[in-house]
Nanobody, 115 residues
């Protein structure tokens, strides 16, 4: 089993920044990919960014340039730096961990962008 704990969400004004963290623990694989999804109110969960075990990252085109994903393998942690936040970025952000045994999810962290 793998456990994921996200943190760093909160209320921020438009144009502000937040950094989300996700710590993985348990029976971890050295080849897992990790990343972030988000779920806007009333919408399905959508991919935000991914990062593999080597550090290669991918992004949804619409978020590239504002969001940056990174990974610290020594700490089993990934981060999502979010800059120039907009009200439409308001969502619950979920971390995932994916390897051969399956995909594990965190509980989500709320990000609210409002004046």
């Amino acid at each position: 089993q793998v456990q994921l704990v996200e943190s760093g969400g909160g209320l921020v004004q438009p144009g502000g920044s937040l950094r989300l963290s996700c710590v993985a623990s348990g029976s971890l694989s050295g080849r897992a990919s990790m990343g972030w999804y988000r779920q806007l109110p009333g919408k399905k969960r959508d991919l935000v960014a991914t990062i593999d075990s080597s550090g290669m990252s991918t992004y949804v085109d619409s978020l590239m340039g504002r969001f940056t994903i990174s990974r610290d393998n020594a700490k089993n942690t990934i981060y999502l730096q979010m800059n120039s936040l907009k009200p439409e970025d308001t969502a619950v952000y979920y971390c995932y961990y994916r390897e051969i045994r399956g995909t594990y999810w965190g509980q989500g962290t709320q990000v609210t962008v409002a004046p």
